[in-house]
């Protein structure tokens, strides 16, 4: 099932597939491309989604569409016209640093639309452990933990080592020069001597969130 807009055909069979709606990639499409998916969407009652919107496609997008609903720190845009899943379970999202916000943002508000209550433990990194150790009770009872970091990476490592549940590490672009974009604390990560540690790619908090919700789906599943 898809909807011919000539620069775009929307997965609408992706709902059903996936157990969530297409979800529109905003850097590199212009906001009138961004609208045209999204009011196929609401056309096929579905909600829509974008990631990665700047304050100034928002703008735009928002002129056409202002039932929708903007979530600058997560970069996110919505316009739904169906009630989201209700949440349950638990997934955790821990931030290394508040530089990290933006990518750990990304992830909290995916599991949440896929229906994930989510927790969040934002700057917690490692210079400073004692912030992480203070809030151990927090993994207490979740099916899934995204980790989010910058730097060296060596966050997810910490929390591998202190619970038992699946750790999803999300590396981010955040870093001085020898962290080379990102790269240095992606290989960090996938160096990980801490056992049921997985990584996606850098900055990449979506695909952090919906592995996350996968796994929270699986866990309360009768």
């Given at each position: 099932m898809d909807d011919d807009l000539h620069f775009a055909k929307?997965?609408?069979?992706?709902?059903?597939?996936?157990?969530?709606?297409?979800?529109?990639?905003?850097?590199?499409?212009?906001?009138?491309?961004?609208?045209g998916i999204m009011r196929a969407l609401n056309a096929a009652g579905q909600n829509a989604f974008a990631t990665r919107i700047t304050p100034e496609q928002a703008l735009d997008i928002l002129r056409a569409l202002p039932q929708a609903c903007y979530l600058k720190e997560a970069r996110i845009l919505t316009c739904d016209v169906t009630p989201l899943p209700e949440e349950k379970g638990k997934v955790?999202?821990?931030?290394?640093?508040?530089?990290?916000?933006?990518v750990a943002e990304e992830a909290a508000v995916t599991a949440q639309r896929m229906g994930a209550k989510v927790v969040r433990l934002y700057d917690v990194g490692v210079a400073g452990l004692h912030?992480?150790?203070?809030?151990?009770?927090?993994?207490?009872?979740?099916?899934?933990?995204?980790?989010?970091?910058?730097?060296?990476?060596?966050?997810?490592?910490?929390?591998g080592g202190l619970t038992d549940v699946p750790v999803i590490a999300c590396?981010?672009?955040?870093?001085?020069?020898?962290?080379?974009?990102?790269?240095?604390?992606?290989?960090g990560m996938l160096n990980s001597c801490a056992a049921g540690v997985t990584v996606v790619n850098i900055d990449n908090g979506f695909g952090a969130g919906v592995a996350a919700a996968q796994i929270n789906r699986l866990a309360i599943r009768p």
């Open positions: 929307p997965d609408l069979d992706r709902l059903r597939r996936k157990g969530l709606s297409e979800v529109i990639y905003g850097a590199g499409k212009t906001a009138e491309q961004i609208v955790v999202v821990v931030c290394a640093g508040t530089s990290d916000l933006p912030r992480l150790t203070s809030r151990v009770d927090t993994f207490q009872g979740a099916n899934a933990i995204v980790v989010v970091a910058g730097m060296e990476g060596a966050l997810p490592s910490v929390v590396p981010t672009s955040i870093g001085y020069g020898a962290s080379f974009g990102g790269i240095a604390a992606l290989l």
